[in-house]
């Protein structure tokens, strides 16, 4: 079993619409939960980072971790055509630990 | 705002080469990292660095090495370059795990 599991899509919707991306992971020891974004043809840039459980919000994006199901969603809300992109969803047990990333997912913003 | 360069964006060898992959990073982060991208397995770790003239192996390190002489700088090294190394390699650099500043890739294609 993976450590960190990610449906890679694509996914496509329409401008305006709330997106939401998951990931499940395995082992309940893992502590800090990061949203990465790729854009073509770029390296992969940290959107938001959440230590242990809770939600986390930053302007449209919204990141939420379940520990008890081992769940971590990320929320865009009034998607963007900008927002087009590659998300990656990582986990590591602590600020010392190297990251495991999920595989990405790929979304697509219609105008 | 950090900088992370890399010495390539897109570099083609040939077979049983030696080849050197560069990474700069100007934001005075102990550790440094070295993945790979492939479509469908997200982003791999190669090996990483948390101090000068150290080094780990991450989770795939056979067919490479690495080199960190000074802090700013953390090379690759494929010893014979064969075509299972045709890739995406991204370096990051990061004061916390967690929070990794990558740099824009080198699209490695072995022939």
């Known amino acids: 079993q993976k450590e960190v599991e990610q449906d890679p899509g694509p996914l496509s919707v329409p401008e305006g619409a709330i997106v939401s991306l998951n990931c499940t992971y395995s082992?309940?020891?893992?502590?800090?939960f990061m949203w990465y974004r790729q854009y073509s043809r770029k390296g992969p840039e940290l959107l938001m980072y959440?230590?242990?459980?809770g939600n986390k919000e930053d302007g449209r994006f919204t990141a939420q971790v379940d520990k008890s199901s081992k769940y971590i969603s990320l929320f865009i809300r009034d998607s963007q055509p900008s927002d087009s992109a590659t998300y990656l969803c990582?986990?590591?047990?602590?600020?010392?630990?190297?990251?495991?990333f999920g595989s990405g997912t790929r979304l697509s913003i219609r105008p | 705002d950090v900088k992370v360069t890399q010495s390539s964006r897109y570099l083609v060898k040939r077979t049983g080469e030696k080849v050197f992959l560069e990474c700069v990073q100007d934001?005075?982060?102990?550790?440094m990292f070295w993945y790979r991208q492939d479509p469908g397995l997200g982003l791999r770790l190669i090996y990483f660095?948390?101090?000068?003239?150290?080094?780990e192996k991450g989770d795939i390190p056979e067919g490479y090495s690495v080199s960190r002489e000074k802090k700013e700088r953390f090379s690759l090294i494929l010893e014979s370059a064969s075509t299972n190394q045709t890739s995406m390699y991204l370096c990051?650099?990061?004061?916390?795990?967690?929070?990794?500043?990558f740099g824009p890739g080198t699209r490695l294609t072995v022939t």
């Open positions: 990582a986990i590591t047990y602590s600020s010392a630990s190297k990251i495991i």
């Open positions: 959440t230590y242990s459980s």
């Open positions: 660095s948390y101090d000068v003239k150290m080094k």
């Open positions: 990051a650099s990061s004061s916390y795990s967690y929070e990794q500043y």
């Open positions: 082992n309940s020891a893992f502590q800090y």
């Open positions: 934001m005075d982060h102990e550790n």
